[in-house]
C-alpha cells in the first residue's frame, strides 16, 4: 500500500482544512479506511473511520460534528473535512486502514492502534 497524505499547513483558530490521502495498492472496497493524529509529545490516537462500504462513520469526542471523513473511491482518496479548528487539533494526521470486516462497524475500532500507512502531513493551528 502506498499513500501521500497532503493538505496541513497552518491556520488560524477557527478556520477550516481539507486533508487527503491518495492511496494505491488497494481497493477502498476490501479495506476500512481512517485517521490517526499525534500531538506534540502525546500517543497517536485514531480520530475518525469510514467502513468498507462508506456506510459507517465515526470520531473521537474531541472531532465529532467539526471534522467528516469522506471517501471518494474513483480517485483513490481518502478526505478529512476539518472545520472550527483549535489549537489542540495541532497534530501530524496520518490515514491507515484495515482489511478487518468490522472495522469501523463502531467506535472502538478508533481505538485498533492501527499503524499509519505514510509519512503523515502537519496540521498547526495558532490562536
Known amino acids: 500500500v502506498h499513500v501521500a497524505e497532503s493538505g496541513g499547513g497552518l491556520v488560524q483558530a477557527g478556520e477550516s482544512l481539507r486533508l487527503s490521502c491518495t492511496y494505491s495498492g488497494l481497493a477502498f472496497d476490501d479495506y476500512g479506511m481512517g485517521w490517526t493524529r499525534q500531538a506534540p509529545g502525546k500517543e497517536r490516537e485514531g480520530i475518525a473511520c469510514i467502513n468498507w462500504t462508506g456506510g459507517s462513520t465515526y470520531y473521537t469526542d474531541s472531532v465529532r460534528g467539526r471534522f467528516t471523513i469522506s471517501v471518494d473511491s474513483a480517485k483513490k482518496t481518502l478526505y478529512l473535512q476539518m472545520n472550527s479548528l483549535k489549537v489542540e487539533d495541532t497534530a501530524t494526521y496520518y490515514c491507515?486502514?484495515?482489511?478487518?470486516?468490522?472495522?469501523?462497524?463502531?467506535?472502538?475500532?478508533?481505538?485498533?492502534?492501527?499503524?499509519?500507512w505514510g509519512q503523515g502531513t502537519l496540521v498547526t493551528v495558532s490562536e
Open positions: 491507515v486502514g484495515s482489511a478487518a470486516y468490522d472495522y469501523c462497524s463502531d467506535s472502538s475500532s478508533l481505538y485498533r492502534g492501527l499503524k499509519p
